[in-house]
Nanobody, 124 residues
Framework: QVQLVESGGGLVQTGGSLRLSCAAS????????MGWFRQAPGKEREFVAVVNPSGGSTYYANSVKGRFTISRDNAKNTASLQMDSLRPEDTAVYYC?????????????????WGQGTQVTVSS
């Protein structure tokens, strides 16, 4: 069993920055694909970013490319999402997720474990 705990959400003005963190339990974190997703009120959960187990490969949704950066620290069992130039449309609950087997994926059904989510609100 893997437990994921997000932190770092909050309220920020347009153009501001936030850094989300995801702390994972377990001794095999370095073998997991880690993804970030978000869900706005009334909308489906959507892909934001993904990083491969080594941290050497990343992929982003077009809506956040160039503004968000995903990273991981396998020694600390953490994954992070640096969010810059935030916009009101980035407002959502953000979730980190772990995929135990398989490569990077943008689909929610590919991930085995999820955190409880952290709220990000961007005011205009």
């Amino acid at each position: 069993q893997v437990q994921l705990v997000e932190s770092g959400g909050g309220l920020v003005q347009t153009g501001g920055s936030l850094r989300l963190s995801c702390a994972a339990s377990g001794r095999t974190f370095s073998t997991y694909v880690m993804g970030w997703f978000r869900q706005a009120p009334g909308k489906e959960r959507e892909f934001v970013a993904v990083v491969n187990p080594s941290g050497g490969s990343t992929y982003y949704a077009n809506s956040v490319k160039g503004r968000f950066t995903i990273s991981r620290d396998n020694a600390k069992n953490t994954a992070s999402l640096q969010m810059d130039s935030l916009r009101p449309e980035d407002t959502a609950v953000y979730y980190c997720a772990a995929r135990v087997l398989g490569g990077a994926s943008t689909t929610t059904s590919a991930y085995n474990y999820w955190g409880q989510g952290t709220q990000v609100t961007v005011s205009s």
